[in-house]
């Protein structure tokens, strides 16, 4: 893939990201599960399609984009912490887990879904200085099994249809 | 494309979901397991951190009657209830509301978490018997 072409398919991706965070604001899992950091965690769908597109460089660039730009346009700064140790440790994670024969989009996204809430409980314990949001870990690990599953059916998904839509998977 | 995506569920994705089940059931059995020892809503301490300082120390149990004070973290103001039978956050001027809709908290090892108040609320069996740490 030439330069150019990457360049821009990074800076598409980055830009989908962040309406996915915007669009997902609007459905709160925490209404229904009143725990800090919980939600469905979309934009995470660009980490995993990037992370098997362009590889892991790639995703990383983007990854730190659009934290850096979601908390600049959100105007919170002290938000910036969470999505990027949650997003590092997803991309670390799911990067070891694809490099796994068998596993699937499924199990690679349950994977990220679960390290990406440990890396925002690590950052809230350092922001709180205390253990105190270690409590919620089991319920955000449970929840990450379908928040992953999520993911992973979006992402193939996507795969599927650009493999009709004729563009190149190898 | 860099790599190739499987994207057919596969059993040994299964391994992953068992790996998380197992995580989150270790971790909640070591932070919970001492709680279910004890009786709900007796002998509780209520250890309140404002940015990992601990600033208040409410024992429930010795309580006369429900008991509402205010904290201030990072430029937000939390009320915060206590009673005999736990802690609970009644209102918030935080943006996103979570330490409100947590709602009572009733039980050692439970806490109430305003992150962006930066503020904690944990809950203390009275003989010290909240978890304070996990290792391993």
Not at chain 1, 125 to 150: D, F, I, K, Q, R
Request: charged share 10%; net charge positive; with cysteine.
């Amino acid at each position: 893939m030439k330069t150019t072409r990457k360049l821009t398919l990074c800076a598409v991706l980055t830009a989908l990201a962040l309406a996915l965070s915007y669009f997902e604001s609007f459905f709160p899992l925490t209404a229904v599960i009143p725990l800090p950091g919980i939600k469905l965690g979309l934009a995470n769908l660009v980490t995993v399609f990037a992370l098997y597109a362009l590889g892991p460089g790639q995703a990383l660039l983007i990854l730190v984009a659009r934290c850096l730009l979601g908390a600049m346009f959100a105007g919170n700064l002290s938000a910036l912490l969470f999505s990027l140790l949650g997003g590092l440790t997803a991309l670390g994670v799911m990067s070891v887990l694809s490099l796994c024969p068998g596993l699937s989009l499924y199990g690679v996204s349950m994977g990220g879904a679960a390290a990406h809430n440990c890396g925002q409980v690590a950052a809230a314990m350092l922001v709180l200085g205390g253990a105190a949001p270690l409590a919620y870990l089991p319920v955000l690990l449970a929840v990450s099994l379908l928040t992953g599953t999520l993911t992973g059916f979006l992402a193939s998904l996507l795969f599927r249809a650009l493999d009709r839509a004729q563009f190149k998977r190898s | 494309m860099r790599r190739s995506a499987k994207l057919r569920p596969d059993p040994r994705d299964l391994l992953v979901a068992a790996v998380i089940v197992l995580a989150a059931a270790a971790l909640g059995a070591a932070l919970w397991g001492r709680a279910s020892a004890g009786t709900s809503g007796s002998g509780l301490t209520a250890v309140v951190c404002v940015g990992g300082q601990e600033t208040d120390r409410v024992e429930l149990s010795a309580l006369p009657k429900p008991e509402t004070r205010v904290y201030h973290g990072s430029g937000h103001t939390l009320t915060v209830r206590f009673s005999p039978s736990g802690a609970q956050v009644v209102s918030a001027d935080c943006p996103n509301q979570d330490c409100v809709r947590t709602g009572l908290i009733d039980a050692p090892g439970r806490s109430i978490v305003c992150l962006p108040a930066r503020i904690s609320i944990q809950l203390t069996a009275a003989d010290g018997g909240g978890v304070d740490a996990v290792i391993g």
